[in-house]
């Protein structure tokens, strides 16, 4: 079986927009087994749309539109439809059920009621599909043996209706499944040369994501092969990420539990991505119990309790202020462990000896304290991005060995 | 003119890494007043690269590809182009130029050297194009008056790479100008139908994205038009954020500035999400000085001061606790301003009378402390989103108004 995942709409073709509902689609898709033959973003012109439906219908098992059909005039997936199908358009009373859960809000009821004359229209010769949370209702229809489904572009609304109406899709079967393996430390053909039986085998799919110091496999296959090809690539490496975690976060949060050790940090240049990496994973709270993030010297100072004499001397991008950062979050919060963080994000701030990139990361235990440093490449953003990732990557070692001993 | 940008890679097609260049590309194509036709991911299978080119080749002015340029088996891109061209590949010694930037490294020379096989090989009808961030050999070739450039798939090569070979498109002209308009608390149907003027003149391409509480208006054209239409647009709004400011994080650093403010936020359930987007913005600094958070009650009570009778009797998902919190931040930070935000991002915690989605968030100055509460949908990941948008938004109004009314 496989599928073509599609997207209308001109903010996405103007770049003004992120399309990211083909990519939730296609992981799901690709975890049972459908193959994706194509993503495509088109434009809002009716014949466009028109022309993306005689282009694959029948020639895919499952073809999947989204966006276009909305209230506003450039939403013409529906009349698309219709126009392909050769038929009128009706209003189906499938959108009184959308008003009614809004009866109490006269305001907002009144809004839909005046949408009506849009989201409500289905082409006869299809059905429509429910929206449980936004109010555009989807379209189906087969033709040539493709099963065509249009829903909005709205990420919440498209990944619900997906689930509503592809639950076979969503739903876990001992046929296929996963796994992610993240080591860290190697690069990319480094790790592929070492498991040649994994990456060879046809029997399974083999993703390989590189994002330094963290390379993430990701296999897929049926049970039996998945699981050898587990087993297998972890006995080959030392710094693997424990069984079932998808993340740093993850796996420092996992750690954490298992030892029964909080955790917190203490962040500048990254202003929180920490603390937020690690809150975003359901749970968190066991074991984190915060993050200071101290972006001018006076707050590293009066909070974390870095010494004046620390940041006159040393300058708050240093091992010194690494080190003290790193005490202060252990010690203001109470944890066991803890990580800093204090670098030059850029794009201004940069000198000779300390240029834009340069991260200082401090790691405390209730015994000892120590920091390490890393020049990292990219744009201001990027630069924060990696340096989160460090700092998961050696909390996860610190927690992992009970020991501070940075390496990567 | 116009382009078509696609990319290519299994990874693409099976969910497990976005597409994001053919986005940023976008963005700055239409910016010069550059349509994009489509936007496609197709699979590393050399006949569907070649497919790709004989669709596209004669009918884009401009097509650039994509991904599949590295060294492993699943590259194709380069043999496909040489297949469609119909002649050889040879081994272009642009590629020592890659190689001379790593001679201090013997460990990484060996690694490049020995992927000459693969990344410094150009078909003998095409040019190679130079990598100034990675080691894969671009390649760019002119057939039937479409200009193709093929061109690794990591976003910063790919970015390095569009720019150095396409300056004309990332220069500054006085052709093609854009604005960015955010509204805040009104939804975009009302917004649309109060700007018909800007909505329905051709000489403007303009985008209406919701993310409530604000809506952002994309208006591009030619300068005249564009500033005629930002100015009546900004007449017509009362909540309508600064001029030149593309976010709530750029006009809360914008407004902080002008009032010589500093701001400071603690943050519980967004995990530090808020002081992230604060300081993804370069020189924010300059009035942002750091973020609590304060994941567990304990830290609350340690760091912010909320006393323990407000979360005994209250919870720490409650109005008292956001107003101590936001008491809090603005004390331990020494801030004009500061915001707060606690609350039940889910999936679990949630109960009937504060269903998960409760967000209570503070804000203070140093005369008064108030709080607001809203029910947020979607998952965890959409909650903590929409908290931030919410905090950030009346913590603009508050320092904008030099008043605390939170009004969405």
């Given at each position: 079986?496989?599928?073509?995942?599609?997207?209308i709409?001109?903010?996405?073709?103007?770049?003004?927009?992120?399309?990211?509902?083909?990519?939730?689609?296609?992981?799901?898709?690709?975890?049972?087994?459908?193959?994706?033959?194509?993503?495509?973003?088109?434009?809002?012109?009716?014949?466009?749309?028109?022309?993306?439906?005689?282009?694959?219908?029948?020639?895919?098992?499952?073809?999947i539109l989204s966006g276009g059909l909305g209230p506003t005039?450039?939403d013409k997936t529906r009349y698309a439809i219709a126009?392909y199908l050769?038929c009128e358009l009706y209003s189906d009373s499938m959108y009184d059920k959308i008003l009614s859960r809004v009866k109490d809000n006269p305001?907002r009821l009144a809004r839909l009621e005046k949408s009506r004359s849009t989201q409500a229209m289905i082409p006869v010769k299809a059905q429509p599909v429910y929206n449980p949370t936004g109010s555009a209702l989807g379209i189906k229809f087969t033709k040539?043996?493709?099963q065509v489904i249009a829903l909005p572009g709205v990420p919440m609304e498209y990944e619900a209706m997906t689930r509503q109406e592809l639950p076979?899709?969503?739903?876990?079967?001992?046929?296929?499944?996963?796994?992610?393996?993240?080591?860290?430390?190697?690069?990319?053909?480094?790790?592929?040369?070492?498991?040649?039986?994994?990456?060879?085998?046809?029997?399974?799919?083999?993703?390989?994501?590189?994002?330094?110091?963290?390379?993430?496999?990701?296999?897929?296959?049926?049970?039996?092969?998945?699981?050898?090809?587990?087993?297998?690539?972890?006995?080959?490496?030392?710094?693997?990420?424990?069984?079932?975690?998808?993340?740093?976060?993850?796996?420092?949060?996992?750690?954490?539990?298992?030892?029964?050790?909080?955790?917190?940090?203490?962040?500048?240049?990254?202003?929180?991505?920490?603390?937020?990496?690690?809150?975003?994973?359901?749970?968190?709270?066991?074991?984190?119990?915060?993050?200071?993030?101290?972006?001018?010297?006076?707050?590293?100072?009066?909070?974390?309790?870095?010494?004046?004499?620390?940041?006159?001397?040393?300058?708050?991008?240093?091992?010194?202020?690494?080190?003290?950062?790193?005490?202060?979050?252990?010690?203001?919060?109470?944890?066991?462990?803890?990580?800093?963080?204090?670098?030059?994000?850029?794009?201004?701030?940069?000198?000779?000896?300390?240029?834009?990139?340069?991260?200082?990361?401090?790691?405390?235990?209730?015994?000892?304290?120590?920091?390490?440093?890393?020049?990292?490449?990219?744009?201001?953003?990027?630069?924060?991005?990696?340096?989160?990732?460090?700092?998961?990557?050696?909390?996860?070692?610190?927690?992992?060995?009970?020991?501070?001993?940075?390496?990567?």
């Open positions: 079986m496989n599928a073509v995942l599609t997207a709409g001109d903010e996405l073709l103007s770049g003004v927009r992120l399309e990211k509902n083909a990519n939730f689609m296609a992981w799901h898709l690709h975890n049972k087994g459908i193959e994706v033959k194509a993503i495509e973003v088109i434009s809002d012109y009716e014949d466009e749309i028109i022309n993306l439906l005689s282009r694959w219908i029948g020639k895919t098992d499952l073809l005039h450039d126009k050769g305001d040539d043996n493709t076979e899709i969503f739903a876990q079967d001992n046929k296929h499944v996963w796994a992610s393996i993240i080591i860290l430390g190697l690069p990319e053909m480094t790790i592929a040369e070492r498991i040649p039986e994994v990456i060879n085998n046809h029997a399974l799919h083999v993703s390989i994501l590189p994002a330094f110091p963290q390379v993430e496999l990701i296999i897929r296959g049926k049970p039996d092969d998945v699981d050898e090809a587990e087993k297998l690539t972890r006995s080959r490496f030392d710094d693997v990420l424990p069984k079932g975690c998808k993340s740093l976060a993850e796996a420092v949060l996992y750690e954490a539990k298992i030892n029964h050790a909080k955790i917190s940090c203490s962040e500048s240049c990254t202003g929180g991505l920490v603390g937020a990496a690690l809150t975003e994973i359901a749970g968190s709270s066991e074991v984190f119990n915060g993050s200071a993030v101290t972006y001018s010297n006076n707050a590293k100072h009066k909070i974390l309790g870095v010494d004046g004499n620390i940041i006159a001397n040393f300058g708050a991008v240093s091992k010194e202020c690494a080190v003290s950062m790193a005490e202060g979050a252990l010690r203001i919060y109470d944890s066991d462990y803890a990580v800093s963080i204090t670098g030059i994000a850029g794009p201004d701030g940069g000198t000779e000896s300390k240029p834009v990139g340069t991260v200082y990361f401090g790691l405390a235990s209730r015994e000892k304290a120590c920091a390490f440093m890393k020049v990292l490449p990219g744009n201001r953003s990027e630069i924060r991005t990696r340096a989160v990732r460090f700092a998961l990557a050696e909390l996860w070692r610190t927690l992992h060995n009970k020991n501070l001993e940075p390496k990567l």
